[in-house]
């Protein structure tokens, strides 16, 4: 009865915490300074005091300095990053001259700006023809946050007075586009394509495809007895081929990709200021190889938020006709200053895996970006994927060199690839054929199919080898290929 009768009370309050905090995960450093300022101005149980504390122990600092416990040395390993919050007037620079301005970075400025529709639109540009390129438009614009089309594909067809074959032709080439499955009208189609792809370069499950098309509902409800019963498989079969689903495939490619694209929609134009102002930034002590790294998240504001000390007295005097709304105003202020406290903290512990994992690409540059996904690094921290989503969504990190990229580049599955793609035809003596650089490709131990490296080609605006010159700088072969576009 004690059981029943504290679980009502209990539910709406973790209900609360839980929403409010996977808010406030989704905000950007610059968001999130909004937020308080207006919680400030509205909520009298909050305050601002003017003191330097810690926000991850609280203790209070002295001067400028950062916090002496939890920005201290590691000391069982080098690549073991010490991370910790600080306000952003704290900040310094990569330089160490505290300087606050930030160094222009027009490849960062792009990646953070461009949304899904683009994106996938420079990759398949090259294939299309220019008739079909305000159609492929058309499909792209009536995509869902989830990546999957939002419209019969008949209704376009009408509105285009083109032929349902030819539209689904189209579709076929976006969906094969970076993030694989994009533009399909459902995820169980997603899922079929993302499969017939991976097969491609890699062994799959037997009836795996099957399993989709007839079981996907009771794939999702893990119910592996009874479409074993369904396809005549035993249940240790399809076992195996549900977690190879789950590790290999994803049923909302815009989510993968792109974590949060409704929040990334709506956050457009504040990521124009992170581009100045990253979230995180990420330094070293010195200059050698073996130290560790310094991670600063950002606090958007300095001094210490908590509830108002005199409000909680008045409160226990407060008149009839306020008590409830003074209660719920402590309650709003507690509430806040506890989920803030949640998001560093989950902040802070993405970062000391992301550092550790890509420690090489922090270092050495793109080719050596590891391919990371937000489902295994949610499954390693014990959160849930929507979760490293949202904490990654609309986020800049300064890197070691000055350089400004968007946090959602440490789980760019091709980057490394792409990058030794354009190594290869940086380097080719004549013009390379997509089948010839995938051989290559496949001798430095990355097999792509032919039409994965036509993408990766697009993605990186170069050129098909008949187009090529050797003879051609490659930064003119982008251009010309972007003016085309």
């Not at 300095?302 to 909680?312: E, K």
Request: with cysteine.
């Amino acid at each position: 009865m004690l059981v029943q009768r504290h679980s009502p009370s209990l539910r709406p309050l973790t209900t609360a915490h839980l929403a409010q905090t996977m808010t406030l995960l989704g905000l950007s450093a610059l968001e999130l300074r909004q937020k308080i300022e207006s919680a400030l101005a509205s909520n009298p149980a909050l305050e601002l005091v003017d003191e330097r504390r810690c926000p991850t122990c609280r203790r209070v600092l002295a001067g400028s300095s950062t916090c002496p416990f939890c920005s201290r040395l590691p000391t069982s390993s080098a690549d073991e990053p010490i991370v910790f919050v600080s306000a952003r007037e704290d900040f310094q620079n990569f330089n160490g001259t505290g300087s606050r301005e930030m160094p222009e970075d027009n490849y960062a400025q792009a990646a953070l700006h461009e949304d899904l529709p683009h994106f996938v639109m420079r990759q398949i540009a090259s294939e299309l023809e220019p008739e079909d390129r305000p159609i492929v438009a058309h499909i792209l614009t009536s995509l869902d946050e989830d990546g999957l089309l939002s419209v019969p594909l008949v209704e376009i067809a009408r509105y285009h007075h083109i032929s349902l074959s030819r539209i689904e032709e189209l579709l076929r080439i976006i969906q094969h586009a970076d993030p694989i499955g994009v533009g399909s009208p459902s995820p169980q189609e997603a899922l079929l394509v993302q499969l017939e792809v991976l097969a491609e370069t890699r062994p799959v499950p037997a009836m795996a495809a099957e399993a989709i098309k007839q079981g996907m509902d009771l794939l999702s409800r893990h119910r592996y007895s009874e479409l074993g019963q369904l396809l005549g498989l035993p249940t240790a079969q399809i076992t195996e081929i549900a977690r190879f689903i789950g590790e290999n495939l994803y049923p909302f490619p815009g989510r993968f990709h792109w974590g949060d694209v409704s929040l990334n929609r709506q956050n457009q134009k504040t990521n124009q200021y992170s581009f100045h102002y990253p979230d995180v930034i990420i330094s070293r002590l010195n200059e050698s190889e073996d130290t560790p790294f310094i991670v600063e998240v950002a606090l958007p504001l300095a001094g210490t938020l908590r509830i108002n000390p005199l409000f909680r007295e008045a409160l226990q005097q407060a008149p009839q006709d306020k008590a409830e709304q003074w209660k719920s105003d402590l309650e709003q202020a507690a509430l806040l200053v506890k989920c803030l406290q949640q998001r560093n903290h989950t902040i802070v512990r993405l970062m000391q895996k992301i550092t550790v994992l890509q420690r090489e690409f922090i270092l050495h540059g793109d080719a050596h970006l590891l391919p990371v996904t937000r489902a295994t690094l949610a499954k390693d921290l014990e959160v849930h994927e929507s979760t490293i989503s949202r904490a990654v969504s609309g986020k800049a990190v300064q890197l070691p060199s000055g350089h400004i990229i968007p946090m959602s580049m440490f789980f760019d599955r091709s980057l490394h690839i792409r990058t030794a793609l354009k190594q290869i035809v940086d380097q080719e003596t004549k013009p390379l054929s997509d089948t010839e650089i995938g051989s290559l490709l496949a001798e430095q131990g990355y097999k792509v199919a032919r039409r994965t490296v036509a993408k990766y080609r697009s993605m990186e605006g170069i050129l098909p080898a008949h187009l090529r010159q050797s003879n051609r700088p490659q930064s003119r072969q982008s251009q010309t290929l972007r003016e085309a576009i």
